[in-house]
Protein backbone atom coordinates (compact mmCIF):
# COMPACT_ATOMS: atom_id res chain seq x y z
CA UNK A 1 0.00 0.00 0.00
CA UNK A 2 3.04 2.57 0.85
CA UNK A 3 3.98 1.74 -2.74
CA UNK A 4 1.80 2.50 -4.31
CA UNK A 5 0.57 5.76 -2.49
CA UNK A 6 4.04 6.85 -2.74
CA UNK A 7 4.14 6.67 -6.60
CA UNK A 8 0.92 7.97 -7.25
CA UNK A 9 2.21 11.36 -5.39
CA UNK A 10 5.23 10.76 -7.43
CA UNK A 11 3.02 11.41 -10.24
CA UNK A 12 1.66 13.75 -9.00
CA UNK A 13 4.55 16.07 -8.60
CA UNK A 14 6.21 15.70 -11.77
CA UNK A 15 3.66 17.91 -13.45
CA UNK A 16 4.54 20.92 -15.68
CA UNK A 17 6.83 21.62 -18.61
CA UNK A 18 9.43 19.89 -20.08
CA UNK A 19 12.64 21.86 -21.43
CA UNK A 20 11.41 20.80 -24.95
CA UNK A 21 7.90 22.20 -24.33
CA UNK A 22 9.04 25.72 -23.03
CA UNK A 23 11.33 26.05 -26.23
CA UNK A 24 8.48 25.15 -28.60
CA UNK A 25 5.87 27.65 -26.06
CA UNK A 26 8.61 30.27 -26.59
CA UNK A 27 9.02 29.46 -30.10
CA UNK A 28 5.02 29.64 -30.42
CA UNK A 29 4.91 33.29 -28.65
CA UNK A 30 8.08 34.81 -31.09
CA UNK A 31 6.56 33.98 -34.04
CA UNK A 32 3.21 35.62 -32.96
CA UNK A 33 4.97 38.57 -32.21
CA UNK A 34 6.98 38.94 -35.21
CA UNK A 35 3.46 38.29 -37.20
CA UNK A 36 1.35 41.10 -34.53
CA UNK A 37 4.54 43.81 -34.43
CA UNK A 38 4.41 44.73 -37.96
CA UNK A 39 0.78 44.57 -38.59
CA UNK A 40 0.44 46.95 -35.20
CA UNK A 41 3.21 49.32 -36.73
CA UNK A 42 1.53 49.32 -40.57
CA UNK A 43 -1.64 50.15 -38.54
CA UNK A 44 0.29 53.32 -36.65
CA UNK A 45 1.33 54.57 -39.88
CA UNK A 46 -1.57 53.85 -41.76
CA UNK A 47 -3.44 56.64 -38.96
CA UNK A 48 -0.05 59.05 -39.18
CA UNK A 49 -0.40 58.99 -43.08
CA UNK A 50 -4.26 60.01 -42.47
CA UNK A 51 -3.91 62.64 -40.00
CA UNK A 52 -1.05 64.35 -42.26
CA UNK A 53 -3.60 63.97 -44.93
CA UNK A 54 -6.34 65.62 -43.24
CA UNK A 55 -3.68 68.37 -41.81
CA UNK A 56 -2.31 69.28 -45.20
CA UNK A 57 -6.36 69.18 -46.58
CA UNK A 58 -6.81 71.98 -43.93
CA UNK A 59 -3.84 74.40 -44.97
CA UNK A 60 -5.09 73.89 -48.23
CA UNK A 61 -8.79 74.43 -47.43
CA UNK A 62 -7.34 77.98 -45.51
CA UNK A 63 -5.66 78.56 -48.61
CA UNK A 64 -8.60 78.57 -51.11
CA UNK A 65 -10.31 80.66 -48.05
CA UNK A 66 -7.98 82.93 -47.94
CA UNK A 67 -8.58 83.09 -52.21
CA UNK A 68 -12.18 83.78 -51.96
CA UNK A 69 -11.73 86.72 -49.82
CA UNK A 70 -9.25 88.20 -51.71
CA UNK A 71 -10.45 87.99 -55.34
CA UNK A 72 -9.14 85.03 -56.29
CA UNK A 73 -5.68 85.38 -55.27
CA UNK A 74 -3.53 82.82 -53.22
CA UNK A 75 -1.60 84.58 -50.31
CA UNK A 76 2.03 85.39 -51.36
CA UNK A 77 4.62 83.33 -50.23
CA UNK A 78 6.58 85.91 -47.94
CA UNK A 79 5.81 89.42 -47.56
CA UNK A 80 9.00 91.45 -46.89
CA UNK A 81 8.35 95.30 -46.11
CA UNK A 82 10.28 98.38 -46.90
CA UNK A 83 13.05 98.57 -44.26
CA UNK A 84 12.50 102.41 -42.46
CA UNK A 85 16.30 102.63 -41.42
CA UNK A 86 17.83 102.10 -44.69
CA UNK A 87 16.80 100.97 -48.50
CA UNK A 88 16.17 97.33 -48.03
CA UNK A 89 13.76 95.70 -46.71
CA UNK A 90 13.20 93.21 -43.98
CA UNK A 91 11.56 89.53 -43.74
CA UNK A 92 8.43 90.10 -42.74
CA UNK A 93 6.24 87.25 -42.24
CA UNK A 94 4.74 84.22 -44.36
CA UNK A 95 2.13 83.05 -45.68
CA UNK A 96 0.85 80.86 -42.89
CA UNK A 97 0.80 83.99 -40.69
CA UNK A 98 -1.91 84.88 -43.67
CA UNK A 99 -3.82 81.63 -43.29
CA UNK A 100 -4.05 82.19 -39.38
CA UNK A 101 -7.71 83.23 -39.97
CA UNK A 102 -8.70 80.69 -41.62
CA UNK A 103 -7.66 78.34 -39.16
CA UNK A 104 -9.46 79.72 -35.97
CA UNK A 105 -6.13 81.89 -35.28
CA UNK A 106 -7.94 84.93 -35.42
CA UNK A 107 -6.74 85.93 -32.01
CA UNK A 108 -3.40 85.80 -33.34
CA UNK A 109 -3.34 87.41 -36.66
CA UNK A 110 -4.88 90.44 -34.71
CA UNK A 111 -1.92 91.21 -32.95
CA UNK A 112 0.36 90.43 -35.47
CA UNK A 113 2.61 93.76 -36.00
CA UNK A 114 2.85 93.41 -39.92
CA UNK A 115 5.44 96.95 -39.84
CA UNK A 116 8.40 94.83 -38.15
CA UNK A 117 10.27 91.46 -38.85
CA UNK A 118 8.60 87.79 -37.87
CA UNK A 119 11.56 87.52 -35.05
CA UNK A 120 11.31 90.83 -33.66
CA UNK A 121 11.77 90.78 -30.27
CA UNK A 122 10.90 94.41 -29.04
CA UNK A 123 7.29 95.48 -27.99
CA UNK A 124 5.02 93.78 -30.18
CA UNK A 125 6.83 90.31 -30.02
CA UNK A 126 6.25 88.83 -33.27
CA UNK A 127 8.68 86.28 -32.41
CA UNK A 128 6.88 85.21 -29.20
CA UNK A 129 3.69 84.82 -30.70
CA UNK A 130 5.13 82.73 -33.33
CA UNK A 131 7.17 80.75 -30.64
CA UNK A 132 4.70 80.34 -28.24
CA UNK A 133 1.44 78.75 -30.89
CA UNK A 134 1.43 75.92 -31.79
CA UNK A 135 -1.24 75.25 -34.84
CA UNK A 136 -2.12 71.54 -35.18
CA UNK A 137 -2.92 71.92 -39.39
CA UNK A 138 0.96 72.72 -39.83
CA UNK A 139 2.63 69.77 -38.42
CA UNK A 140 3.15 65.91 -39.75
CA UNK A 141 2.60 63.49 -36.54
CA UNK A 142 5.65 61.88 -38.57
CA UNK A 143 8.23 64.97 -38.29
CA UNK A 144 9.95 65.35 -35.00
CA UNK A 145 10.69 68.78 -35.28
CA UNK A 146 7.01 69.77 -35.94
CA UNK A 147 4.84 67.89 -34.42
CA UNK A 148 3.76 69.12 -31.28
CA UNK A 149 6.14 71.98 -30.97
CA UNK A 150 5.14 75.59 -30.85
CA UNK A 151 6.27 77.50 -34.14
CA UNK A 152 6.68 74.11 -35.86
CA UNK A 153 5.62 74.04 -39.48
CA UNK A 154 5.55 70.65 -41.67
CA UNK A 155 4.53 72.00 -45.01
CA UNK A 156 5.27 73.78 -47.84
CA UNK A 157 3.84 75.96 -50.67
CA UNK A 158 5.41 75.82 -54.23
CA UNK A 159 7.24 78.08 -55.26
CA UNK A 160 8.31 77.11 -58.74
CA UNK A 161 11.54 77.06 -60.28
CA UNK A 162 14.84 79.12 -59.06
CA UNK A 163 18.63 79.73 -59.19
CA UNK A 164 19.89 77.19 -56.57
CA UNK A 165 22.76 80.06 -55.68
CA UNK A 166 19.87 82.63 -54.33
CA UNK A 167 17.35 80.02 -52.73
CA UNK A 168 20.97 79.84 -50.28
CA UNK A 169 21.47 82.85 -49.62
CA UNK A 170 17.82 84.30 -49.54
CA UNK A 171 18.08 86.03 -45.74
CA UNK A 172 20.48 89.08 -47.42
CA UNK A 173 18.97 91.55 -50.41
CA UNK A 174 18.80 89.25 -53.50
CA UNK A 175 15.44 86.98 -53.00
CA UNK A 176 13.99 84.30 -54.78
CA UNK A 177 11.75 86.53 -57.30
CA UNK A 178 10.37 85.61 -60.84
CA UNK A 179 12.21 89.32 -61.60
CA UNK A 180 15.59 88.11 -59.83
CA UNK A 181 16.17 84.71 -61.10
CA UNK A 182 18.83 85.20 -64.24
CA UNK A 183 17.27 82.77 -66.53
CA UNK A 184 17.27 82.66 -70.05
CA UNK A 185 14.54 80.94 -71.20
CA UNK A 186 13.93 81.89 -74.75
CA UNK A 187 17.79 82.08 -75.51
CA UNK A 188 18.23 85.50 -76.71
CA UNK A 189 21.12 85.93 -74.36
CA UNK A 190 18.93 88.62 -72.52
CA UNK A 191 18.34 88.01 -68.72
CA UNK A 192 16.63 90.21 -66.29
CA UNK A 193 18.78 92.82 -64.88
CA UNK A 194 17.58 94.80 -61.86
CA UNK A 195 20.95 96.18 -61.66
CA UNK A 196 21.23 98.12 -64.66
CA UNK A 197 20.71 101.41 -64.83
CA UNK A 198 17.95 101.80 -66.56
CA UNK A 199 16.85 98.45 -65.38
CA UNK A 200 16.03 96.15 -68.33
CA UNK A 201 13.58 93.54 -67.92
CA UNK A 202 13.71 90.50 -70.79
CA UNK A 203 9.52 90.16 -70.42
CA UNK A 204 9.14 86.77 -71.59
CA UNK A 205 11.96 85.55 -69.18
CA UNK A 206 10.20 86.98 -66.43
CA UNK A 207 6.59 85.18 -67.61
CA UNK A 208 7.99 82.05 -68.14
CA UNK A 209 10.08 81.99 -64.34
CA UNK A 210 6.80 83.12 -62.88
CA UNK A 211 4.91 80.64 -64.76
CA UNK A 212 7.04 77.41 -62.90
CA UNK A 213 5.12 78.54 -59.51
CA UNK A 214 2.46 78.78 -57.77
CA UNK A 215 3.22 81.18 -54.29
CA UNK A 216 5.71 83.99 -55.16
CA UNK A 217 7.05 86.62 -52.83
CA UNK A 218 5.72 90.23 -52.44
CA UNK A 219 8.39 92.87 -52.36
CA UNK A 220 7.20 96.50 -50.94
CA UNK A 221 7.80 98.72 -53.70
CA UNK A 222 8.42 96.99 -56.62
CA UNK A 223 4.70 97.02 -58.63
CA UNK A 224 5.13 93.78 -60.44
CA UNK A 225 5.51 91.26 -57.39
CA UNK A 226 3.23 93.00 -55.43
CA UNK A 227 0.75 89.35 -54.64
CA UNK A 228 1.94 87.60 -57.66
CA UNK A 229 1.42 84.50 -56.32
CA UNK A 230 -1.81 82.26 -59.08
CA UNK A 231 -5.10 82.78 -59.09
CA UNK A 232 -7.49 80.01 -58.54
CA UNK A 233 -9.42 79.38 -61.08
CA UNK A 234 -6.61 80.62 -63.80
CA UNK A 235 -4.01 77.60 -62.82
CA UNK A 236 -3.79 77.04 -66.77
CA UNK A 237 -1.96 73.62 -67.01
CA UNK A 238 -5.43 72.02 -64.48
CA UNK A 239 -5.90 73.05 -60.44
CA UNK A 240 -5.73 68.98 -60.17
CA UNK A 241 -2.73 68.61 -61.77
CA UNK A 242 -0.57 71.06 -59.88
CA UNK A 243 1.50 71.20 -56.72
CA UNK A 244 0.04 73.48 -53.70
CA UNK A 245 1.68 72.51 -50.38
CA UNK A 246 3.92 69.41 -49.90
CA UNK A 247 5.44 68.05 -47.03
CA UNK A 248 9.33 68.99 -45.95
CA UNK A 249 10.56 67.59 -42.57
CA UNK A 250 13.49 70.20 -43.03
CA UNK A 251 11.84 73.29 -42.98
CA UNK A 252 12.65 76.34 -41.11
CA UNK A 253 15.83 74.89 -39.47
CA UNK A 254 16.02 77.18 -35.93
CA UNK A 255 13.19 79.35 -37.36
CA UNK A 256 8.80 79.23 -36.82
CA UNK A 257 6.57 78.96 -39.04
CA UNK A 258 6.13 82.95 -40.29
CA UNK A 259 9.98 82.94 -41.53
CA UNK A 260 8.20 84.77 -44.81
CA UNK A 261 12.24 83.05 -46.72
CA UNK A 262 11.89 80.42 -49.24
CA UNK A 263 14.38 78.00 -47.82
CA UNK A 264 11.98 78.16 -44.52
CA UNK A 265 8.66 78.02 -46.03
CA UNK A 266 8.45 76.83 -49.71
CA UNK A 267 9.69 74.39 -51.79
CA UNK A 268 11.47 74.55 -55.25
CA UNK A 269 13.47 73.13 -58.03
CA UNK A 270 17.24 74.12 -58.11
CA UNK A 271 18.59 75.17 -61.51
CA UNK A 272 22.06 76.20 -63.05
CA UNK A 273 21.54 79.59 -64.56
CA UNK A 274 24.07 78.60 -66.90
CA UNK A 275 22.03 75.55 -68.42
CA UNK A 276 18.92 77.13 -69.23
CA UNK A 277 17.73 77.46 -72.34
CA UNK A 278 15.03 77.21 -74.96
CA UNK A 279 14.43 73.23 -74.35
CA UNK A 280 14.52 73.64 -70.56
CA UNK A 281 10.93 73.43 -70.12
CA UNK A 282 10.47 70.64 -71.78
CA UNK A 283 13.15 68.91 -69.67
CA UNK A 284 14.86 70.88 -67.01
CA UNK A 285 16.59 67.72 -65.60
CA UNK A 286 19.25 68.33 -67.67
CA UNK A 287 19.83 71.76 -66.31
CA UNK A 288 19.60 71.09 -62.74
CA UNK A 289 21.90 72.91 -60.12
CA UNK A 290 24.93 70.88 -59.17
CA UNK A 291 26.65 71.32 -55.59
CA UNK A 292 30.05 72.68 -57.28
CA UNK A 293 31.20 69.29 -57.43
CA UNK A 294 29.44 68.30 -60.41
CA UNK A 295 26.86 66.12 -58.26
CA UNK A 296 23.21 67.21 -58.87
CA UNK A 297 21.17 68.41 -55.74
CA UNK A 298 19.14 66.33 -53.95
CA UNK A 299 16.16 68.19 -54.86
CA UNK A 300 13.70 65.54 -55.76
CA UNK A 301 11.30 63.52 -53.16
CA UNK A 302 13.20 62.35 -50.00
CA UNK A 303 16.29 63.16 -51.73
CA UNK A 304 17.61 65.60 -48.98
CA UNK A 305 15.76 63.92 -46.09
CA UNK A 306 18.75 64.11 -43.89
CA UNK A 307 18.41 68.01 -44.48
CA UNK A 308 19.96 70.05 -43.69
CA UNK A 309 17.10 71.79 -41.59
CA UNK A 310 16.01 75.37 -43.23
CA UNK A 311 18.39 74.82 -46.17
CA UNK A 312 17.01 71.98 -47.88
CA UNK A 313 13.76 73.52 -50.06
CA UNK A 314 12.82 70.78 -51.29
CA UNK A 315 9.90 67.52 -50.56
CA UNK A 316 11.11 65.03 -48.18
CA UNK A 317 9.03 63.03 -45.58
CA UNK A 318 8.88 60.59 -42.97
CA UNK A 319 6.82 58.11 -44.69
CA UNK A 320 7.96 55.14 -45.87
CA UNK A 321 8.22 55.58 -49.34
CA UNK A 322 5.90 58.64 -49.75
CA UNK A 323 5.23 62.42 -49.76
CA UNK A 324 1.91 63.89 -48.83
CA UNK A 325 1.07 66.64 -51.16
CA UNK A 326 -2.05 68.87 -51.92
CA UNK A 327 -3.28 70.36 -55.21
CA UNK A 328 -4.72 73.47 -56.13
CA UNK A 329 -8.11 72.27 -56.45
CA UNK A 330 -7.85 71.26 -52.57
CA UNK A 331 -7.53 67.29 -52.83
CA UNK A 332 -4.59 66.09 -50.81
CA UNK A 333 -2.79 62.85 -52.28
CA UNK A 334 0.86 60.66 -51.66
CA UNK A 335 3.13 60.36 -54.30
CA UNK A 336 5.60 58.15 -54.59
CA UNK A 337 9.50 59.16 -53.89
CA UNK A 338 10.01 57.20 -57.40
CA UNK A 339 7.35 59.17 -59.45
CA UNK A 340 8.66 60.24 -62.81
CA UNK A 341 11.32 62.91 -62.74
CA UNK A 342 9.53 65.03 -65.28
CA UNK A 343 6.09 64.05 -64.19
CA UNK A 344 7.14 65.45 -60.94
CA UNK A 345 8.45 69.33 -62.60
CA UNK A 346 5.50 69.18 -64.46
CA UNK A 347 3.29 69.08 -61.12
CA UNK A 348 4.92 71.75 -60.01
CA UNK A 349 4.23 74.26 -62.73
CA UNK A 350 1.24 75.72 -62.89
CA UNK A 351 1.52 77.39 -66.56
CA UNK A 352 4.61 75.57 -68.19
CA UNK A 353 2.30 74.33 -71.07
CA UNK A 354 1.45 77.84 -72.32
CA UNK A 355 2.15 78.09 -75.35
CA UNK A 356 4.41 81.58 -76.17
CA UNK A 357 5.27 83.30 -79.49
CA UNK A 358 8.90 84.70 -79.21
CA UNK A 359 10.52 85.36 -82.35
CA UNK A 360 12.93 83.21 -84.59
CA UNK A 361 15.33 81.82 -84.55
CA UNK A 362 15.19 81.78 -80.78
CA UNK A 363 12.30 78.98 -79.91
CA UNK A 364 11.17 78.54 -76.82
CA UNK A 365 9.31 75.06 -76.12
CA UNK A 366 6.66 74.53 -73.57
CA UNK A 367 5.79 71.56 -71.86
CA UNK A 368 3.18 68.70 -72.59
CA UNK A 369 0.06 68.90 -71.02
CA UNK A 370 0.03 66.11 -68.21
CA UNK A 371 -1.84 62.92 -68.31
CA UNK A 372 -4.71 61.59 -65.77
CA UNK A 373 -2.71 58.65 -65.39
CA UNK A 374 0.78 59.87 -64.88
CA UNK A 375 1.33 59.83 -61.75
Not at 144 to 169: K, M, Q, R
Not at 233 to 254: C, Q, R, V
Not at 348 to 371: A, Q, V, W
Request: with cysteine.
Amino acid sequence: MQSRRHTAASRKARRGFTLIELLVVISIIATLMSLILPAIQNAREAGRRTQCLNNIRNVTLAALNFATSNKSRLPALGYFPANPASSGRINGRSWAVELLPFLDQQGTYDRWNKDVPFDDTSASANRRLAEDLYVEAFACPNDESAFVTPGGLSYVANAGFGDAVIIANDGGAVQHSFLQEQFDWDGDSIVNDLSASPVVNDADDTKITKATGVFWAEFEGVAQTRNASASIGKIYDGSGNTFMFGENINALGSSTWADPRTRAVGFMFPLDTASVGPGTMIDPTGAIATNGGGVALPAYPNEAKTGPDGNAPYLNSNHPGIVVVSMCDGAARTISENLDERVYLQLMTPDGTRLRTIPSPNTFLSENPLSADSF
